[in-house]
Structure formats: C-alpha cells, structure tokens
C-alpha cells in the first residue's frame, strides 16, 4: 500500500487518542471482521497488541496487564533530530519522581513518560504516514462473532413488565466498538425488533443517554452529539468541542461523510449557521482535516519559528492576532503542539495556555486551550474535562455522559485517567462521578479492576 513503510504503520489510536484494544479480529486474532476498509490505511490485523504506546505517566491499576511490546518503526535519516532530541520521548523513572507539567530541559515535544518499565516509544516515523481510523471509525466495520447469548439477555431484561437495568449493564458496559453492529443486527435478526428502539422505550433520563450512546457506537455517537449541538436555537459549543477537538484527519473524514449521509447536509454547512466571524473561521480549520499527521517529524525550527510567531501574535503586541494562532494550532500534531508549548514556556518563562486565557476569551479560548491540552497530555485532558463538568453548582450532565462513555470505549486509557484524577485531584473518580449523579448506574463506564480483568482476558 502506497504510503506506508513495509513493517506496518503507527500504533492505531483509539478513541480520544489513547492505545486501540488489541484486537481480536482477523486472521490472527480469532474472529475475522465483515465490511469495507477506508481506502488507504491498513486492515484492522496489522493493529499493535492492546496498550501499545501509552504515552502515560500515570501508573496502571493494579491487576491490569502491561503495555505489549512496541511496534518499531524505521528511523529517520540521520541528522533529522538534533542532540536536543525535539520529539523525543523522556528517559524513563519511577513513577513519582517526576514533577506534572515540567519538562526535562531540552526534550521539547517529548509525550508524557509511559509507566514505568514500559518499553520506549519510538519516534520519527516515515514523513508521510496516515494515522488510521480510531477503533469504530471505519464505515460497515463489524466483528464477524456469534452475539445470540448477548442478544437474548437484551431481550430477556427487557421482555415483560420491569426492565432488568443490571443485565443490560452486564451486556452492554464491556462490549468493543466493532461488536455493537454485529449484537443489534443478532438482536434484530432473532427478536425482529431494534435494540435501540427497545432500550429508549424501557428507561429514561441520562441511563438511557449513556445505553444509546454506547448503541450508536463512537462514530454515530459523535454525529448525534454534533446534531445536538447544532440544532434549535444556539449552540452547545462544548459538545462541539468535545467532538471536533483533537482529532485526526481519519476520523474527521469519517465524521463528516456520516454527518452528510444521516442529516443530507454538510457539517461545514451547519456549523457555518451556527457560528460566526472569527470562531466560524476557527472551526473551518479544523473541519479541514489537514492537520499535520502524527509521523510528521517535530523539527526544531520549525517549532522554534511556531514559538516566535505565536508570541508575536499574541503577548508581543496590542491586541490578539486571533486567526494566525487558530492556524498554527489548529494544523499542527498532537507532538508538534506539545513542543511548541514545552518551547514557549522554556523560551518566555510562561505556559502558553495561560498565555490562550489571558489573550483570548469564551470559546475561542476554551477551544484552542482544548487543544494545546490534547497535545500535551491527552490522559490528564480527559480527567481535567471530567471534573469540568462536575465543578460548581449543578452538574452538567450531557457533558458528563459523553465524556464517560467516549473514555469507556478503551478501559486501559479510562484506567490511566482515573489514576490522572487522582494525582490532580485527590480522590477517586468513580466516587466522584456516583457522589455527584443520583445514578450510580454511571459505574459501569468506569470499569473496576475486577471486571477490566474480566474482559482483558478476553483478549
């Protein structure tokens, strides 16, 4: 396949940036999968074992399994990093020693260390490379497995008067992204009814949001979110961020053709009626889907000329050049923004999202802080982003139930933000989440060790 080195490709992400599950469909794997492939990138086989490239600092839970061996890549052509070493991964310590938030000097662009023990990322892939889909990011992709017995306990929990909401838990709470299609099509193929339709009938409030977001699955589920936050009157600019943030060009691409294929209209196109001015510029940037993939090399010099421009562009001067720091950020890669933060604070003695607050003010700010967040640290974004929406008076429960159920899609990466919850904040996360909601059945996206031991074994 044009494009990619003959050893593989990058460690597939998955949702919200963190490692994909290991994957158990395909030849090697035991089941094989049913669909068409996105053009373009490698078939779902050649995806890197579960864990694989944390990136984390966090230490895992215990009882979890490690990270698999690393994938490696080819090196890049000699002299392409420089004794600095832009890029380049920290070397590693125990966990505890290191200090959140303070670079070794000189490693601009380095990823927050793996936990300890961790074999070493290897960076500097081919110039080139495509990120692939997240996992539940190609179109028509579903594991070819034998889904009845889960099935009939959808339909047995629900059949009669009451509705069993533990055992929908039990079926539903561990399912992967590619198993979804394959049990609502069992469901409708033995039962002749829609899963979907019968799990809305049978509960309500914010359960029935988080069933029905796991039912759509992350790429459907990302396109109702983007509906909901664009219909009727204003816009929910955090579920726009949510969604929009962050993202590769892969599953930019997906969104957007299943967004046109459900509404008949384009993404670009609503939110173009939702937005204006400058904001409406910002987000045609990032509907774009140009950013630099993540394979591109982080050159210093490049990221040296980003540091100058967005200080001209902001604390330099009177008055914000809002539109070039939306460009450069907005394009470039989760590793180049995080050197280009690391260097502004190294090279101005001021982090640069203090700098986005100071010199920007409501969405603008919350979006472009958003992303100088997913650069630097994807892991501690996502338990900042959860306790965002528990702070105060009132908790903002659509927020909560998308943000808990896009991190339950990969239990190693929702294991790794609690244990960044707890290193921020000082309590639990799962305690947390059930102090502040009258629904504890808000656990079962956040997996206790026991039942994630459950399901890895699976693997």
Not at 195 to 223: A, T, W, Y
Not at 249 to 255: L, P, Q, R, S, V
Not at 259 to 281: G, I, N, P, W
Request: with cysteine; aromatic share 8%.
């Amino acid at each position: 396949m044009q494009g990619y080195p003959p050893q593989g490709y990058p460690p597939q992400q998955g949702y919200g940036g963190s490692p994909a599950p290991p994957q158990k469909y395909g030849q090697q794997g035991g089941y094989p999968l049913q669909g068409q492939h996105n053009q373009g990138y490698p078939p779902p086989q050649q995806q890197p074992p579960y864990g694989q490239s944390s990136h984390s600092p966090y230490p895992q839970q215990q009882g979890y399994p490690p990270p698999q061996q690393q994938q490696q890549y080819n090196a890049p052509p000699p002299g392409q990093y420089p004794p600095q070493q832009y890029g380049a991964p920290p070397p590693q310590q125990p966990y505890g020693q290191q200090q959140y938030g303070q670079p070794p000097p000189q490693q601009y662009g380095a990823p927050p260390q793996a936990p300890y023990g961790a074999p070493p990322q290897q960076y500097g892939a081919p110039q080139g490379v495509l990120t692939p889909p997240s996992l539940g990011y190609v179109l028509g992709q579903a594991a070819q497995v034998d889904m009845s017995a889960q099935a009939d306990m959808c339909r047995k929990a629900m059949k009669g008067l009451g509705t069993d909401e533990a055992a929908l838990i039990r079926v539903l709470a561990h399912m992967p992204p590619l198993e979804i299609p394959t049990l609502k099509q069992t469901f409708s193929q033995r039962h002749r009814r829609s899963l979907e339709q019968d799990v809305e009938k049978e509960v309500s409030g914010h359960f029935e949001m988080c069933l029905l977001s796991i039912l759509r699955g992350p790429l459907q589920n990302d396109v109702w979110l983007l509906n909901k936050a664009l219909k009727g009157a204003g816009t929910n600019e955090a579920l726009l961020n949510e969604v929009l943030i962050g993202r590769s060009n892969a599953d930019m691409k997906a969104i957007k053709q299943v967004y046109q294929s459900t509404y008949h209209r384009t993404l670009e196109h609503d939110v173009r009626d939702d937005t204006s001015a400058k904001t409406e510029r910002m987000f045609s940037m990032i509907l774009s889907a140009s950013r630099q993939e993540e394979s591109a090399p982080v050159l210093p010099q490049s990221v040296d000329a980003d540091v100058t421009e967005l200080h001209r562009a902001t604390e330099a001067k009177i008055g914000t050049e809002q539109l070039t720091v939306c460009a450069i950020l907005t394009n470039r890669s989760d590793s180049q923004i995080r050197a280009i933060a690391q260097a502004y604070e190294h090279k101005y003695r001021r982090s640069l999202e203090k700098v986005l607050v100071s010199e920007f003010a409501g969405h603008m700010e919350d979006a472009l802080v958003q992303m100088v967040r997913c650069g630097a640290d994807r892991i501690m974004r996502d338990a900042m982003a959860l306790e965002d929406a528990m702070a105060g008076l009132g908790t903002k429960d659509d927020l909560l139930v998308a943000r808990v159920v896009k991190i339950h899609w990969n239990p190693y990466h929702t294991q790794q933000v609690k244990a960044a919850y707890r290193q921020r904040y000082g309590k639990d996360l799962l305690t947390r989440i059930k102090g502040e909601t009258r629904y504890v059945k808000f656990r079962f996206t956040l997996t206790l060790s026991k039942k994630i031991n459950k399901l890895t074994r699976n693997y």
